[in-house]
């Protein structure tokens, strides 16, 4: 079954780390990308009724709730199986909520990256640890348990101590399911940029070594485990039978249908792009040319990602044995998969794949 996403890209503020077509735009954007986005939907010949929605880009629980309900209601189906929220913890009110559940949002992602102040004031975030277990509770008292935090190993200032504390937060809310980034340093983001280019702002001088980041990441894959919330793909841990049903599709290879700035389609057999821009996608600029998916091929580095591997089939295989022999993949029955140290370094794994 397929999926839709949904990009919004608009930001109370640009965050130091963040790599995504979002921002602070002129409020007056806003209404002509709104108009695009439901012209978008409207004008799409849908092959199929959306199963799972997720609500993403920036920062959408910040939308406008008529306007989103206007764009929800040109989408063909629903009410969905699974329909996520991305949201910014503070950004949660009594009224947003409801108003979310009786869209048929049934899932709500919290962009929390740190409970560790500090660290959250180096990233331009604003919230605190409580604000974050005031949103959880909001949630659960309107009905929706299915709740995510982010983590992000890595930020400016993170310390082994600081990292056990933001797992200690996370544990207490009991949340079913989480995601734990290792920070990503490029050029598309402040903090990475400045990373590259050794500079000090942004904390960039204060960030944890790469064997540190990966150090954080393992043991946040084993006190989660030990919490009985697994990994079930490089970044996302979940309690048996909480996985994201939309990401799943993702790395399952199936379709799914973006609108809005930056959003990427595969119908199952072509792939494109919106224009990543937000000011030239809400004027009209089209998405870049369709590619034909080597689905056969994809999977060895989309599949990959998921912890309970892939069915190989006949290409790669001294690729395969190489990479078992290095002890960065192994046999699982008839499936390889990731070890652990593949895992940390996955993607030298995928570019194996890639050649
Ligand atoms: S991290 Fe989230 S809230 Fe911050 S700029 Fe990126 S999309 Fe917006």
């Given at each position: 079954?397929?999926?839709?996403?949904?990009?919004?890209?608009?930001?109370?503020?640009?965050?130091?780390?963040?790599?995504?077509?979002?921002?602070?735009?002129?409020?007056?954007?806003?209404?002509?990308?709104?108009?695009?986005?439901?012209?978008?939907?409207?004008?799409?010949?849908?092959?199929?009724?959306?199963?799972?929605?997720?609500?993403?880009?920036?920062?959408?629980?910040?939308?406008?709730?008529?306007?989103?309900?206007?764009?929800?209601?040109?989408?063909?189906?629903?009410?969905?199986?699974?329909?996520?929220?991305?949201?910014?913890?503070?950004?949660?009110?009594?009224?947003?909520v409801k108003a979310w559940r009786r869209l048929g949002i049934n899932r709500v992602s919290l962009g929390v990256q740190s409970f560790v102040e500090r660290e959250i004031r180096r990233t331009?975030?604003?919230?605190?640890?409580?604000?974050?277990?005031?949103?959880?509770?909001?949630?659960?008292?309107?009905?929706?348990?299915?709740?995510?935090?982010?983590?992000?190993?890595?930020?400016?200032?993170?310390?082994?101590?600081?990292?056990?504390?933001?797992?200690?937060?996370?544990?207490?809310?009991?949340?079913?399911?989480?995601?734990?980034?290792?920070?990503?340093?490029?050029?598309?983001?402040?903090?990475?940029?400045?990373?590259?280019?050794?500079?000090?702002?942004?904390?960039?001088?204060?960030?944890?070594?790469?064997?540190?980041?990966?150090d954080f990441y393992e043991r946040a894959v084993e006190r989660l485990a030990e919490a009985g919330i697994a990994r079930y793909e490089i970044s996302n841990f979940s309690r048996p039978g909480?996985?994201?049903?939309?990401?799943?599709?993702?790395?399952?290879?199936?379709?799914?249908?973006?609108?809005?700035?930056?959003?990427?389609?595969?119908?199952?057999?072509?792939?494109?792009?919106?224009?990543?821009?937000?000011?030239?996608?809400?004027?009209?600029?089209?998405?870049?040319?369709?590619?034909?998916?080597?689905?056969?091929?994809?999977?060895?580095?989309?599949?990959?990602?998921?912890?309970?591997?892939?069915?190989?089939?006949?290409?790669?295989?001294?690729?395969?044995?190489?990479?078992?022999?290095?002890?960065?993949?192994?046999?699982?029955?008839?499936?390889?998969?990731?070890?652990?140290?593949?895992?940390?370094?996955?993607?030298?794994?995928?570019?194996?794949?890639?050649?």
């Amino acid at each position: 079954m397929a999926g839709v996403y949904i990009s919004y890209p608009f930001c109370a503020q640009k965050c130091s780390y963040c790599n995504f077509a979002s921002g602070v735009f002129p409020k007056d954007l806003e209404p002509v990308y709104q108009k695009r986005l439901v012209d978008e939907i409207r004008s799409t010949e849908w092959k199929f009724t959306p199963e799972t929605l997720y609500l993403g880009g920036g920062t959408p629980s910040l939308w406008n709730l008529g306007e989103l309900e206007a764009v929800l209601g040109a989408l063909p189906g629903g009410p969905w199986r699974e329909a996520t929220m991305e949201a910014a913890p503070g950004s949660l009110t009594a009224e947003r909520v409801k108003a979310w559940r009786r869209l048929g949002i049934n899932r709500v992602s919290l962009g929390v990256q740190s409970f560790v102040e500090r660290e959250i004031r180096r990233t331009g975030r604003k919230h605190t640890a409580a604000i974050v277990a005031s949103d959880v509770a909001l949630l659960r008292a309107h009905g929706i348990e299915s709740i995510n935090l982010d983590l992000i190993s890595g930020l400016a200032e993170q310390t082994r101590e600081s990292w056990e504390e933001s797992l200690d937060c996370v544990l207490r809310l009991e949340v079913p399911h989480v995601s734990v980034y290792i920070l990503e340093v490029d050029e598309d983001s402040r903090l990475g940029a400045e990373v590259l280019l050794n500079g000090q702002r942004y904390g960039a001088r204060d960030i944890p070594s790469e064997d540190q980041q990966a150090d954080f990441y393992e043991r946040a894959v084993e006190r989660l485990a030990e919490a009985g919330i697994a990994r079930y793909e490089i970044s996302n841990f979940s309690r048996p039978g909480a996985e994201s049903l939309h990401n799943l599709k993702y790395w399952k290879l199936e379709p799914y249908l973006g609108f809005g700035a930056d959003a990427h389609s595969f119908d199952g057999k072509w792939r494109w792009q919106n224009v990543e821009d937000v000011k030239d996608y809400a004027l009209g600029g089209v998405p870049q040319q369709r590619i034909l998916a080597d689905i056969e091929n994809e999977k060895y580095w989309v599949g990959l990602r998921l912890s309970e591997g892939i069915r190989p089939g006949d290409r790669f295989e001294q690729e395969i044995t190489n990479l078992v022999q290095d002890g960065l993949l192994e046999w699982h029955g008839d499936r390889i998969r990731l070890t652990s140290r593949g895992v940390l370094v996955s993607n030298d794994v995928f570019q194996e794949f890639l050649g």
